[in-house]
């Protein structure tokens, strides 16, 4: 009988599966470096033999895999399986559903990695219960997930809830998307670094300076948080313009979307939630309408790292998959 | 039997109705001044008669009645048929839906008066046979429905689509609502005028002085229209920079929600859409990701007045209804 569901969350630095039982319960683990510069199939390999040792460790083999769920960077189509391209996996056109269809011989769900994210909080995390939800992922990148009238919203594009990538500031810093003023160009975490980095060449003092070697590019989350948390003044102002413009893109989705609850996660916010809860809820007021704002909670991610794997699990057993074994 | 529909939208300036029989033709309408400075009652009974007069011309009496749906400016609550309150119209916490349902005998949908556009065009109009729409009404003020999955879009807040009051230039001028840089400060009719008016305070050469009376606070989109038609500098850099705005709002849709068609109305686009739409696609794509952008259409609305009335009927009996007669 098949049992169990299979949950993997793709990342550019890692990858990580669990097993889930009829519970909802990971009864078997496993992770590994994804190394995105290798060869596609030298990536692969790599994700088959995570998933295939979360199954071992829960002792079950691949025949009581009720379907498969994955998360993945994107652009991606979830209606075929296939990553459209990933700058971050060197993924373009890649068929990784139906080769995960093949492989574990069950169907196989391919979401995008923020999605599962949000849908694992929605389902068995800090927005349990809620209809409308709008997850919103602060780290290297920023990226969002929109769950409406109960489920998960793809749009017309499949991959809609791209939130690092609404202006807010027209004619802001540059993105790496190339447009100006990305909500990702002005609060994720290279754009903190960045400000933190200039600040420094234009002579201000600040003790991330010493927290760090010359020659690392980018400020990890903990040495933000470090510096913020000792009061350095150049780190807290540049902390707090983030967390300011988090709650302007907030506030609008609050006027556009009115969701009913708002979930926070990724490096930055699991770093820094307590210090920037505060700026961002009353940056999102400044924006949102009273009567939008009415009931509207702004929470903290519960399930860490483990609701990529939680949510693209639950996926798998609730849509339709991407792709089915031969 | 009960063969025909009501539709009423009802605006700050006029309320219009119109009855739609069951192949969704009108065959009959009204219309008259809202005058929403007088009581309640006296705009409530103005809002009746059209009504009433509308069914008159369609040779039909209310009995014949199936249901009728009401778009109003908002904040509203589409579950009890109340109006929040409504800065135009005086309305602040009025039963609306349940009033009219008293009144004319029948089933009441009541709906916020762009979202019932929206829906016009996404059933009749514009954008037939998409399944996720956005429409973006750009008049006095900026208002925007949101189709997701072939479903008018509420959110929690019950109140979602407010394209208008997304920030997209933080810092930027002050909006009405209070915050500031939301579109609706940027690239309304109000702020093409504001805009207009600074520069004819400034000393800046344009021909809208000629064209219009000193005292006028507000330019109508006419006279917009006629000086960006002969070419006058100020105009045209105001319009331009007006629509650039948009396209910049609309890639960020495109992103976040990834619709497939982009309706746009009102005012402002009836009378530029022409001069504007070339501005407004290459602004866009300055934003939306290029596999977003895939397919995506941007259009004008093909029901001009009449998508509020044949929105709001469609809403009428495809919906639950907000009130029932008593």
Redesign the interface.
Known sequence: MRTHVLGIDLGGTKVSAGVLDHNGQIVGRARAKTRAWRENDEVFSTIAQVGHTALERAGIDSQSLDALGIGSPG?LDPDTGYI??SANLRFDNFPLGPRLATEFGCPVVLANDVDAGTYGEFRAGAARG???VLGVFVGTGIG?G?I??G?L???????????G????????PKCN??????LEALASRTAISKDIRKAIRRGRRTIVTKLLSKKAESVPSTTIKKAFQKGDPVVTKIVTRAAE?IG??L??????????IIVLGGGVIEALYPDMIGVIEKSTR??A?E??M???QIVKCELGDDAGIIGAAMLATELKPSSQPA
Chains 1, 2 share one sequence.
Request: net charge positive; hydrophobic share 40%.
């Open positions: 652009p459209i391209d809620a209809s409308d969002g929109i409406a009238n489920k919203y793809h749009g017309f594009s499949k991959n809609a809830g791209e939130i990538h609404i202006v807010i500031r027209a004619g802001g998307c190339g447009a100006r003023g990305c413009h302007i893109a506030g609008s989705m609050v006027n556009l979307l009115g969701p009913e400044t924006v309408f009567f939008a009415k009931g509207v």
